[in-house]
T-cell receptor, first 115, second 113 residues
Framework: NAGVTQTPKFRVLKTGQSMTLLCAQD?????MYWYRQDPGMGLRLIHY???????AKGEVPDGYNVSRLKKQNFLLGLESAAPSQTSVYFC??????????????FGQGTRLTVV | KQEVTQIPAALSVPEGENLVLNCSFT??????LQWFRQDPGKGLTSLLL?????REQTSGRLNASLDKSSGRSTLYIAASQPGDSATYLC????????????FGTGTRLQVFP
C-alpha cells in the first residue's frame, strides 16, 4: 500500500525556471492538498481539491497553480520560480465518511531549492 | 482567524520519562484535532485523531486528550524511548465540511538514553 507518493523528492531550480510536482494517492480519496513547510511557520496550505476536476486556493496560493485531472493525481506547478519558494512541499489526502471529512494522510515531501 | 500554538517548541528528556506535549487553539469551534509525528527530512505520520465529541484517544503508549471549551489538547507519551525523538505537530479542522487543516509549529522532542 503506497499511500501518498510525491515526485521528485529533491529539486534545485534557477530563478525563473518552471517545474511541476506530482502527487499520487492510491486510497481513492476525494480530497487532496498541497502544503509548504518553512522554519518557524509550520505548514501552510497552498491549494486544495475536493474532487476530480476541482481546485481551490488555500492560505498562500500566489505563484502556484494546480490541476486535478484524475482523482488519484494532484499536480502543483511553479511557472516562474522565485527564491521565496524555497521550501519543503507536502501533499496530503483525506477521505470522507458520508459528508464528513476525516483523517489526513501525508506524502514524504519534496525539498525544493530555488537559487 | 484560528491560531494553533504548541508549547514548548523543544523538549529534551531522559529515556523512561512520561511527558506531555501541549497544543492550544484560539477558536474552540473545531470539528476534530489530529496529532502527527515528523522525523527529520520525512513526511508526517498520523498518530491520533480526536473528534470534537471525544475527550481522548489512545494508541499504545500515546494518549491524546481534548478540551474544546478551553481550546487545549495534550499528547501524553508514557515511558519515553529514544525512538520517540521527532517533531510532534497538532492540527485542527474547523468544521465538518471544511477541507483545511490548520497546523501548529510543532514541538521538537529529543529522548536521550
Amino acid at each position: 500500500n503506497a499511500g501518498v507518493t510525491q515526485t521528485p523528492k529533491f529539486r534545485v531550480l534557477k530563478t525563473g525556471q518552471s517545474m511541476t510536482l506530482l502527487c499520487a494517492q492510491d486510497m481513492n480519496h476525494e480530497y487532496m492538498y498541497w502544503y509548504r513547510q518553512d522554519p518557524g511557520m509550520g505548514l501552510r496550505l497552498i491549494h486544495y481539491s475536493v474532487g476530480e476536476g476541482t481546485t481551490a486556493k488555500g492560505e498562500v496560493p500566489d505563484g502556484y497553480n494546480v490541476s486535478r485531472l484524475k482523482k488519484q493525481n494532484f499536480l502543483l506547478g511553479l511557472e516562474s520560480a522565485a527564491p521565496s519558494q524555497t521550501s519543503v512541499y507536502f501533499c496530503a489526502s483525506s477521505y470522507s465518511q458520508g459528508a464528513v471529512i476525516t483523517e489526513a494522510f501525508f506524502g514524504q515531501g519534496t525539498r525544493l531549492t530555488v537559487v | 482567524k484560528q491560531e494553533v500554538t504548541q508549547i514548548p517548541a523543544a523538549l529534551s528528556v531522559p529515556e523512561g520519562e512520561n511527558l506531555v506535549l501541549n497544543c492550544s487553539f484560539t477558536d474552540s469551534a473545531i470539528y476534530n484535532l489530529q496529532w502527527f509525528r515528523q522525523d527529520p527530512g520525512k513526511g508526517l505520520t498520523s498518530l491520533l485523531l480526536i473528534q470534537s465529541s471525544q475527550r481522548e484517544q489512545t494508541s499504545g503508549r500515546l494518549n491524546a486528550s481534548l478540551d474544546k471549551s478551553s481550546g487545549r489538547s495534550t499528547l501524553y507519551i508514557a515511558a519515553s524511548q529514544p525512538g520517540d525523538s521527532a517533531t510532534y505537530l497538532c492540527a485542527v479542522r474547523q468544521g465538518i465540511y471544511t477541507d483545511k487543516l490548520i497546523f501548529g509549529t510543532g514541538t521538537r522532542l529529543q529522548v536521550f538514553p
